[in-house]
Nanobody
Framework: QVQLEESGGELVQAGASLRLSCVFS????????MAWFRQAPGKERELVAT????????SYADSVQGRFTVSRNNAKSTMYLQIDSLKPEDTAVYYC??????????????????WGQGTQVTVSS
């Protein structure tokens, strides 16, 4: 019912900035929460940021607070993740997710119904 496609990931130097985009195609409307997750090699997928249906309520993992900013423009059917001051530790595949299952919880990947394929962010130093 909701298709997601991430873009914007690339190889950059430490300290650089990137803006990731997630274009969503919903059969109904855009009134659903969304999130960014990331997964580094050998590690579990971890929650990075969330936003509510209109982007007015956001949250961030402690590890990215102050450097990452999530926003969305429903008129453009796009959620964004602005990443500043990139660190090598940020290297991961970044995924967007949509449509909560409130019985599971937003912190778990199982709490989100729809996923994109991911976009690779690699930070060299």
């Amino acid at each position: 019912q909701v298709q997601l496609e991430e873009s914007g990931g690339e190889l950059v130097q430490a300290g650089a900035s990137l803006r990731l985009s997630c274009v969503f195609s919903a059969r109904t409307d855009s009134s659903f929460a969304m999130a960014w997750f990331r997964q580094a090699p050998g590690k579990e997928r971890e929650l990075v940021a969330t936003c509510n249906w209109n982007g007015g309520d956001t949250s961030y993992a402690d590890s990215v607070q102050g450097r990452f900013t999530v926003s969305r423009n429903n008129a453009k059917s796009t959620m964004y993740l602005q990443i500043d001051s990139l660190k090598p530790e940020d290297t991961a595949v970044y995924y967007c997710a949509a449509y909560r299952n409130p019985l599971i919880g937003a912190g778990s990947a199982r709490g989100w119904r729809y996923w994109g394929q991911g976009t690779q962010v690699t930070v060299s130093s």
